[in-house]
């Protein structure tokens, strides 16, 4: 059964500081990884999706990483800012025929002004 | 990208009743879903919602206490029925607007509080 771990389960730090975000899987069969970031109470807004033959996404000041051979994935977040506090999750599409992402549970950051 | 709308935002129900989640997409899709995220918790898949057919139902969780509509290809709905507090959760309904493989969107969920 897959199953997907994040790490940092909290994180905290100063605008401006570059971070990254963790994630690691333990069945390497999937389509793809995708990123989101839930901010309280709402949905979740996609952020980057990385293909399973692929090693990397970017999308402004955010990037993600994919090692699909060893179960890993970074988020890194350039020159963090107030807006960008929230909960990051991180979700694999399994790829043997299970239907649904499998989720980790998340990040929760909080950038300080 | 697609465009999911849920309704309602949020409720309050009282125990022992039922409620029903609509979700709305702007495009036809194949593959839609219906989440959990209990307080403080990640996401769980609920069931898939098939076109046509009976949802597939993930382990846990069972057709009676959460009956799921799928009218076409561009609305769903999911009941939670004689609620208890336990379910209190967000409920989200999610799409692969391409099928497998693709970017998954979801709509803003339902938060639902049971008393």
């Known amino acids: 059964k897959q199953e997907v771990t994040q790490i940092p389960a909290a994180l905290s730090v100063p605008e401006g500081e570059n971070l990254v975000l963790n994630c690691s899987f333990t069945?390497?069969?999937?389509?793809?990884l995708q990123w989101f970031r839930q901010d309280p109470g709402k949905g979740l807004t996609s952020l980057l999706l990385i293909q399973s033959s692929q090693r990397e996404q970017t999308s402004g000041r955010l990037n993600a990483s994919l090692d699909k051979s060893s179960g890993r994935s970074t988020l890194y977040i350039a020159a963090s800012q107030p807006g960008d506090s929230a909960t990051y999750l991180c979700a694999v599409e399994p790829g043997g025929g299970a239907d649904g992402l499998t989720f980790g549970k998340g990040t929760h950051l909080i950038i300080q002004p | 990208s697609a465009v999911i709308s849920q309704k309602p935002s949020r409720d309050i129900c009282q125990r022992g009743t039922s409620l029903t989640i609509q979700c709305q997409v702007d495009?036809?899709?194949?593959?839609m879903f219906w989440y959990r995220q209990q307080p403080g918790q990640s996401l769980t898949l609920i069931a898939t919602a098939n076109q046509g057919s009976e949802a597939t139902y993930e382990s846990g969780f069972v057709i009676d206490k959460f009956p799921i509509s799928r009218p076409n290809l561009t609305f769903s709905t999911l009941t939670v029925s004689n609620m208890s507090p336990e379910d209190s959760s967000i409920y989200l309904c999610s799409v692969l607007e391409g099928g497998r493989g693709t970017e998954a969107f979801f709509g803003q969920g339902t938060r639902l509080t049971v008393v």
């Open positions: 069945d390497s069969a999937i389509y793809n």
């Open positions: 495009s036809q899709v194949t593959m």
